[in-house]
């Protein structure tokens, strides 16, 4: 067992406003199963870019250990190259029959190593990667992300194989997986950094617990300062008012006062500005010990949607629908008998490459939203006339320039659409930076902030919470649980699914 010690970090991206880490101090045992938490931007994936020697830093990371990073970069030429002719270029020292042994773990054929990469779905290039990864003992691991773009199964898969391991630190915002897979939790708090050990439900329970430890421990504080400024000034003012009689008297009133009462006056007078003093240094001391209490407290704001209310009950209908492309040898689609009912969010649930998302664009193109090229349709699909959506796309590559240009060219108030980003936890910072700069969970929430600025009779959003930290998850459960909009949406988290779907659907 080996330590990974971390000392003083500080680092910056060029160009940046702000420090990603500020002299950033702690250390991590390398055959931990760690989950990495924290929210979109934090600096997760910096980290691990850290840690590989990918940038420069202030301060010192110091370990024995030798690092390996999931996902890996897979080349254009490399897309169109089987996986058994190149895994040595991506993995040093990678044998062959420690690959296919990790494959079987997964329950995969050794055959997707022989076929060209771009040809494996989305969950087999991850088996095949994960199987490299864990080909090669004593290497501490860097799992970023690896159940974005898979569908349950595959999740299930991948699940039940890292729960197999150890020695690896995951990035991952799926609460399902980080309860199965990790014993400990490295935390990226709002202004510090912890440790756990525990797995993300015990974490979340102790940050609870903590939390309403903190809050009302400022409330105590809070009255306690109160008090002391009460008496402060009341001490004030009796002092004043005991200085002035000091000087000058009225025989006739005063009769049993001589000048050398002066004297007792005067030390009267001091020992109240003493006393002021006093509580003066203990609620400076208060107010000490009250900073800080409320710093890593994550204060969610409910967000707004808002649904439009059709005439009509029955929104979308399909009965016997069949769907695919001219040069495809099958239907992405097949004989679907499908209803959407004002009112329900309906889950698509299936494989990947089983037609979620074509079965969307078919939709999205039947309502006037989208141009199919090549397609070829049986059956009938019916949507509506007048309906409007609002919709999320899977991709966010296309998100360029910056926010300015991106709601001029929405329609969107640029006001509003920051102010719901903030709701989103964005820092204001990053309302200056060209979008491509984004994480990729910071571009999903300018999608998922656009779609509920969209008055919308259907909401269709296509993996929605790919990259989308746990908080903005329990944030968007609360606004659909509240508002209750029509859905159709395609997403493999299940604690997501459960809270939310009022009907699901396997394609």
């Known amino acids: 067992m080996a330590q990974i010690n971390v000392s003083n970090l500080t680092f910056s991206y060029e160009r940046s406003f702000d420090n990603v880490f ?21 600096g997760k994936t910096t ?14 990371i110091t370990s024995t250990t030798v690092f390996d990073y999931f996902p890996y970069t897979i080349s254009e030429l ?8 190149f895994m040595e270029d991506i993995k040093s020292d990678c044998e062959q029959w420690r690959v296919i042994c990790e494959l079987e773990k997964l329950k995969t054929s050794a055959e997707v190593l022989y076929r060209p990469f771009y040809t494996l779905s989305h969950g087999e290039r991850t088996k095949v990667m994960l199987a490299i990864l864990f080909s090669r003992e004593n290497d501490f691991l860097l799992i970023d992300e690896p159940t974005n773009h898979l569908d349950q199964e595959a999740r299930m898969n991948v699940k039940d194989y890292l729960m197999q391991k150890k020695g690896f630190l995951i990035v991952s915002h799926d609460r399902d997986l980080l309860d199965a897979c990790v014993d400990h939790v490295l935390v990226l708090n709002r202004k510090t950094i912890e440790i756990q050990n ?5 974490w979340w329970e102790n940050k609870n617990r903590a939390d309403t430890f903190s809050e009302m421990e400022n409330e105590k504080h809070l009255r306690e300062i109160q008090c002391l400024k009460r008496a402060a000034d009341q001490s004030k003012r009796w002092a004043q008012k005991s200085e002035n009689s000091k000087i000058g008297f009225d025989p006739v009133k005063e009769h049993d006062r001589s000048i050398a009462a002066r004297a007792y006056i005067g030390a009267k007078t001091k020992k109240m500005q003493k ?15 009250k900073e800080g209490l409320l710093q890593d407290i994550e ?6 949607i808002s649904p439009l209310i059709y005439h009509k009950d029955v929104l979308i209908l399909a009965k016997d629908f069949s769907f695919g492309y001219e040069d495809a040898k099958q239907d992405v689609v097949k004989n679907l008998n499908f209803e959407l009912h004002q009112g329900e969010r309906i889950f698509l649930n299936g494989l990947n490459g089983c037609g979620k998302s074509s079965f969307i664009k078919a939709i999205l193109s039947c309502a006037g939203k989208y141009e199919m090229q090549r397609s ?7 949507v509506a006339s007048g309906v409007k959506i609002s919709y999320i796309s899977q991709d966010t590559d296309f998100l360029k320039g910056n926010i300015k240009d991106f709601c001029e060219k929405k329609n969107l108030d640029e006001s509003l659409f920051c102010a719901i980003l903030r709701q989103l936890d964005m820092e204001r910072v990053q309302f200056v930076k060209p979008m491509e700069e984004y994480s990729q969970g910071q571009k999903k929430k300018v999608l998922i902030a656009a779609s509920l600025m969209t ?12 990259y989308i930290d746990v908080f903005s998850r329990m944030q968007i459960e609360k606004l659909i649980l509240d508002y209750k909009p029509t859905m159709i949406v395609v997403d493999h988290d299940i604690r997501f699914q459960e809270k939310i779907a009022t009907k699901v659907i396997h394609m």
């Open 22 to 42: 500020e002299q950033v101090s702690f250390s991590i045992d390398t055959n931990w199963r760690l989950g990495f938490i924290g929210r979109n931007g934090k």
């Open 47 to 60: 980290f691990l870019n850290l840690l590989l020697g990918r940038y420069e830093y202030e301060g010192r």
């Open 78 to 85: 490399q897309m169109n190259m089987p996986m058994i002719d």
């Open 198 to 202: 525990g797995n993300f439900s015990s």
């Open 275 to 289: 006393r002021v003093k006093q509580y003066e240094q203990r609620m400076e001391q208060t107010i000490e010990e």
């Open 299 to 304: 204060k969610t704001v409910d967000l707004k």
């Open 376 to 382: 070829i349709k049986k059956g009938a699909l019916t």
């Open 455 to 466: 008055p919308a009779h259907i909401y269709i959003w296509d993996e929605p919470l790919n």
